[in-house]
């Protein structure tokens, strides 16, 4: 089965730092773009990060740049989000993704992520 | 950064009926478009990609067209399971940018 699980979110208070791990299955991981995307409960969905196959070229979102960095473990099939100087407006919901089209066709279920004191 | 503007915000129709949705994008993002549909507790779910290539197991009533920076996704004869919030998405430009989403209600 092709699966994504998400893990790692929890509260956190502002200013601080949370490690997201998303866990690949059933798909041969290390050939796929991989994303994360966000979305505020109710709200739409904000793209914020891209990693290439073999993690050596990445793109952010300017709202998340300079603090979040994406990374992927090809041979444990895990990509990773590292999260600091954690503000409320990045509490979401947040989903790995990942493409074996044009678009993102495998979705995790997502983990939430808190910011506040 | 490419802002994409999806219409209407709100589409009420009918089971049977014919669903129009469209998404403008602020410059040409030629057919790097794709559409997502999402229900209440769930992740999206690809149905287009490249503007008019139905993503694997999407029913053949889902159809997009458009290029450069008109698109649309069309639902023929809507079905019960289709009432939910469709977003589009470019993958032109970095960075990747999403429409604010469609609801389609009975």
């Known amino acids: 089965e092709v699966q994504l699980v998400e893990s790692g979110g929890g509260l956190v208070q502002p200013g601080g730092s949370l490690r997201l791990s998303c866990a690949a299955s059933?798909?041969?991981?290390?050939?796929?773009?991989m994303h994360w995307v966000r979305q505020v409960p109710g709200k739409g969905l904000v793209w914020v990060s891209h990693?290439?196959?073999?993690?050596?070229?990445?793109h952010y979102a300017d709202s998340v740049k300079g603090r979040f960095t994406i990374s992927r473990d090809n041979v444990k099939d895990t990509l990773f989000l590292q999260m600091n100087s954690l503000t409320a407006e990045d509490t979401a919901v947040y989903y790995c993704?990942?493409?074996?089209?044009?678009?993102?066709?495998?979705w995790g279920q997502g983990t939430m992520v808190t910011v506040s004191s | 950064e490419v802002v994409l503007t999806q219409s209407p915000a709100t589409l009420s129709l009918s089971p049977g009926e014919r669903a129009t949705l469209a998404c403008r994008a602020s410059?040409?993002?030629?057919?790097?478009l794709a559409w997502y549909q999402q229900k209440p507790g769930q992740p999206p779910c690809l149905l287009i990609y490249?503007?008019?290539k139905r993503a694997t197991g999407i029913p053949a009533r889902f159809s997009g067209s458009g290029s450069g920076t008109d698109f649309t996704l069309t639902i023929t004869s809507l079905e019960p399971e289709d009432f939910a919030v469709y977003f589009c998405?470019?993958?032109?430009?970095?960075?990747?940018?999403f429409g604010q989403g469609i609801k389609l209600e009975i």
């Open positions: 490249d503007a008019s």
């Open positions: 990693i290439d196959t073999d993690g050596r070229t990445t």
């Open positions: 410059q040409s993002v030629r057919t790097s």
């Open positions: 993704a990942g493409d074996t089209v044009g678009g993102s066709d495998i």
């Open positions: 998405q470019q993958r032109y430009n970095w960075p990747y940018t």
């Open positions: 059933g798909f041969a991981f290390g050939n796929q773009w």
